[in-house]
């Protein structure tokens, strides 16, 4: 029964019954002191043996790798010297320098909070007069401060009051877009949105980042900056003007309080930054659910799957209410205590304050009551701006603290978009998770060297001894070569997940180049066509020539309406252009047009541009066979040489080369000879197939 603490813990037979010897004989027979003591002995031991154990099994290197290059990433949001970096680099961006635009907006919010203070000194010293008349009884004076000095003072107060407003929010969108522009250049840039979503699994919800987050912080940062600027320049001017009535005394007892007030605020709050962290990232997720059930509205239908996401969706919404809750929680006591420190006994100190001049000093002769009361009634407005902007000092700790979090989400989109920038692509993989054995990894090491990436001329495309690693770290093929120049066409087969189109993002650069040396043409040259093309918003001229904008269309490629029109001919889609509007008509194309339509018209696209390659991914599945024919025969009457992944065996006349994977990380590279072409099978007329497409 006394060794039971001890048999919890698996530890050897042997070692139990040292630690049970130690505690029956060494510590005596008290009960209480062998209770203490068997706590002490297992839990000194359970910390030996899990240290020994993590020795024994070290994690794997991936967790190794992530370990060491997470920098700042997923920090704690808090108030620390990596805050103040962040928050410097972001107002490098949002304000550029000193002649930029924003650094006057900047500017003249400072002027008009400055201007908002001495009218609220205006308000506070008129009203004194004004009561100072009413107890006088003097009616001249009453109506040139009550009315005339108000008449003329409403329209610069009111003209202050809605500049200062309009010149926030403008400082607020000027910032907004300063930082979203600086986030688009890099995330619109060399495919960083594919691989931050295909090759990173840190940001799931990059577009609540790019929009809410960044808005958020830019509203934070800006409110920020008002709710210290004005409150400071506030607790100065209305200290001037207290001390000359109250003495020093006066508003350094206000200070000296609230500086208290604020000490016991800062011990008790609660940690607002990582809550509202917490609170975009879970924002984020549950609008992620609803952004897949739309992009997959049809697939789910046809499973009838609605039930099954309805269920991830209020797990994710319970899971952003069961947050908010916490938050109200915390903001309910924390408000309590605010009102405490900050509003009541504040004013019981303030009341204390004011009453210095008519209990505790001695008065002049020939002071009326009127002249008391006006004294006293400016000092209380004046020390209640006072105590209001200390107030806000104090009770801006919590947008501070809200800042953080904002500040600690902006960062981290930063870093991922800042990883992606540079070359390394070992630096990249590695961010994801890893659990495989050490000779995996090893192999893997061996096999994800960094390559050699060449781009020539238009006529070569060369694959020499890469190796093809997806981005869970599953080598796929290894050692490929082969070559192909211009004027040859590429078949490429093999079963699924082998490395096919894998192979395509390779040579596209969308995942990292290892192993070897690969020479292609420039980016421009290449041009892709998926099984399921995309289509941008836009008109029709937009479909035949994206990526390029009509301007930029007829400056590179002399586009003009009779062109695209006869592409639109040739593959079949005239009737349509007629029948939707012609060019310039505008609709949701990816929803108004069927697979094969949708396909012929990304054939269309490839016939514009006229690329060296064409890279054509089941690009013709939905198309007849008749059609599918004719559209292979142009394109290679265009000069483009075509490397193409299909099962069907139609298409095998149209290639010269065939590049076969296995499925097991090998491959095959050969010429097609006339008896792998199959024997052609007569095909409908050109009408019959369009018909029955």
């Not at 997720?285 to 991830?312: D, N, P, T």
Request: with cysteine.
């Amino acid at each position: 029964g006394r060794g039971s603490l001890v048999r919890k813990v698996m530890l050897p037979m042997e070692l139990r019954i040292l630690i049970q010897d130690f505690i029956l004989k060494v510590l005596g027979n008290s009960r209480k002191v062998k209770r203490w003591a068997a706590f002490a002995a297992v839990g000194a031991v359970t910390v030996v043996a899990l240290r020994a154990r993590r020795l024994k099994d070290p994690p794997s290197s991936g967790r190794l790798r992530r370990s060491r290059s997470s920098g700042t990433f997923g920090r704690k949001a808090k108030v620390d010297l990596q805050f103040f970096k962040n928050l410097w680099e972001f107002l490098r961006i949002c304000i550029p320098g000193v002649r930029s635009v924003e650094f006057f907006m900047t500017a003249t919010t400072a002027v008009l909070l400055v201007s908002r203070s001495y009218l609220d000194i205006w308000t506070s010293e008129n009203g004194g007069e004004v009561v100072k008349a009413i107890v006088g009884r003097d009616k001249q004076e009453f109506l040139r401060r009550a009315v005339r000095d108000i008449l003329m003072m409403m329209f610069p107060i009111a003209a202050v009051n809605a500049l200062l407003k309009y010149s926030l929010s403008l400082l607020k969108t000027m910032m907004r877009k300063k930082l979203s522009l600086h986030f688009h250049d890099s995330y619109l840039a060399n495919n960083t949105f594919y691989k931050v979503t295909n090759l990173d699994h840190r940001m799931r919800n990059i577009d609540q980042l790019l929009t809410t987050d960044v808005e958020r912080f830019c509203t934070s940062l800006a409110d920020l900056y008002s709710n210290l600027s004005k409150p400071l320049l506030d607790v100065i001017l209305f200290s001037v003007k207290l001390a000359r009535s109250l003495g020093t005394s006066g508003p350094a007892i206000m200070i000296g309080y609230f500086g208290l007030a604020s000490v016991i605020l800062r011990f008790v709050q609660p940690p607002f930054g990582k809550l509202a962290a917490d609170e975009q990232r879970l924002e984020g997720e549950y609008r992620l659910y609803h952004s897949r059930l739309i992009a997959h509205s049809e697939e789910i239908a046809f499973y009838r799957g609605g039930i099954r996401e309805k269920l991830y969706i209020n797990i994710a919404f319970e899971r952003v209410v069961k947050h908010l809750h916490k938050i109200f929680g915390q903001r309910l006591y924390i408000g309590f205590i605010d009102s405490i420190l900050v509003k009541y006994i504040a004013t019981a100190v303030g009341y204390c304050v004011v009453s210095i001049p008519v209990f505790f000093v001695a008065h002049v002769d020939g002071e009326t009551a009127s002249d008391i009361a006006g004294v006293y009634t400016r000092n209380s407005r004046l020390l209640l701006a006072l105590a209001g902007a200390i107030g806000r000092l104090v009770l801006a700790g919590k947008e501070v603290n809200r800042l953080t979090g904002y500040c600690a989400r902006v960062a981290d989109l930063r870093e991922v978009l800042q990883d992606f920038s540079e070359m390394d692509p070992k630096k990249r993989t590695s961010r994801l998770p890893s659990s495989k054995s050490f000779q995996e990894e090893l192999r893997l090491a061996n096999a994800m060297k960094p390559g050699e990436l060449v781009i020539g001329s238009d006529h070569l495309i060369r694959f020499e001894h890469v190796n093809i690693v997806s981005p869970d770290r599953t080598i796929l093929v290894e050692d490929l070569s082969f070559e192909i120049c211009r004027g040859t066409n590429l078949l490429i087969t093999g079963p699924n997940g082998c490395g096919k189109s894998s192979s395509f993002r390779v040579l596209a650069g969308l995942w990292p180049l290892y192993g070897g040396k690969l020479t292609r043409p420039d980016a421009a040259r290449t041009f892709y066509v998926p099984q399921r093309p995309y289509l941008a918003l836009g008109t029709l001229r937009d479909q035949v020539t994206y990526p390029l904008v009509w301007r930029e269309a007829q400056g590179e490629k002399g586009a003009t309406d009779e062109m695209l029109l006869q592409l639109l001919e040739d593959v079949y889609l005239s009737e349509v252009a007629k029948r939707k509007g012609g060019l310039d008509a505008e609709h949701d194309w990816s929803d108004v047009l069927s697979g094969g339509e949708k396909q012929r018209l990304a054939m269309a696209r490839l016939f514009f541009h006229r690329p060296a390659f064409a890279i054509l991914d089941e690009c013709t599945s939905a198309v007849s066979m008749d059609v599918e024919d004719f559209l292979y025969t142009r394109a290679k009457e265009l000069g483009t040489s075509l490397i193409t992944i299909s099962h069907r065996f139609s298409i095998w006349k149209h290639h010269e080369k065939l590049l076969r994977f296995d499925g097991m990380g090998g491959y095959e590279f050969r010429d097609i000879t006339e008896e792998d072409i199959p024997p052609q099978t007569p095909m409908p007329s050109r009408k019959g197939a369009m018909e029955e497409e």
